[in-house]
């Protein structure tokens, strides 16, 4: 299995809301990522997962909150997001976090609307 | 520090001609360079990786790129574009040893016209 799947692909939640979105890999990777990308820009990263430990948080909003549950699993819980909250959510997996220098794995994304 | 820029936002050709994705980078140390593909509301896809063997590195559907140290650039090539080949290209590099994420250019945009 060489994949990272997210779900769900689309959500459309409402500013009071709280939801979750969920990353999973079953390749044995123990470095987990969460980036958000805007229309026509690069993702940038939110945070880093080394071996079920947040290691960088890249100075995100508290109402992002992520967990690493197990080593296949992250999550990132949501609560009282903004309209410019709204972007694609990517996933990624790397061996580890030396082993980035292989690449990252990068699920398919969660396409994330507020209103 | 390391960084890269794509000197390119947008690059337009006609199908069943060359592509050349340009792309220079800036390492503190033997950096590992990757290009990505991201189609329309996908995810990102590895198309190739150079991480210190050969330095033109062939990758998937047709693509290949040089690693050239002197010029510090990692441009991605295909003799012939097709259709499908339309999407956004990254760039991205990772100092190695280091356990610094991925950097990511600021993207190209290839349109292929038939």
């Known amino acids: 299995d060489t994949e990272v799947t997210q779900t769900p692909k689309h959500l459309v939640m409402g500013m009071t809301n709280k939801k979750s979105l969920k990353c999973e890999q079953h390749m044995g990777h123990r470095a987990m990522y969460w980036y958000k990308q805007k229309a026509k820009k690069p993702p940038e990263l939110m945070f880093v997962y080394s071996y079920e430990k947040l290691s960088i948080n890249e100075s995100v909003p508290s109402r992002f909150s992520p967990e690493c549950p197990n080593s296949s699993l992250l999550n990132l819980h949501l609560h009282a997001l903004q309209p410019e909250d709204s972007a694609l959510y990517l996933c990624?997996?790397?061996?580890?976090?030396?082993?980035?220098?292989?690449?990252?794995?990068f699920g398919s994304g969660t396409r994330l609307t507020v209103v | 520090a390391q960084s890269v820029t794509q000197l390119d936002s947008h690059v337009s050709v006609s199908e069943g001609t060359p592509v050349l994705l340009r792309c220079n980078y800036s390492s503190s140390y033997s950096p590992s360079l990757f290009w990505y593909v991201q189609h329309p509301n996908k995810g990102l896809q590895l198309l190739l990786k150079y991480t210190s063997a050969a330095t033109l590195v062939k990758g998937i559907n047709g693509f290949e790129a040089e690693f050239k140290k002197s010029e510090t650039s990692f441009h991605l090539t295909k003799p012939s574009a097709h259709m499908s080949d339309a999407a956004e290209y990254f760039c991205v590099v990772s100092d190695r040893p280091g356990n610094t994420p991925l950097v990511f250019g600021k993207g190209t945009r290839l349109s292929v016209i038939a």
């Open positions: 990624a997996s790397s061996q580890d976090r030396k082993g980035a220098r292989y690449g990252y794995t």
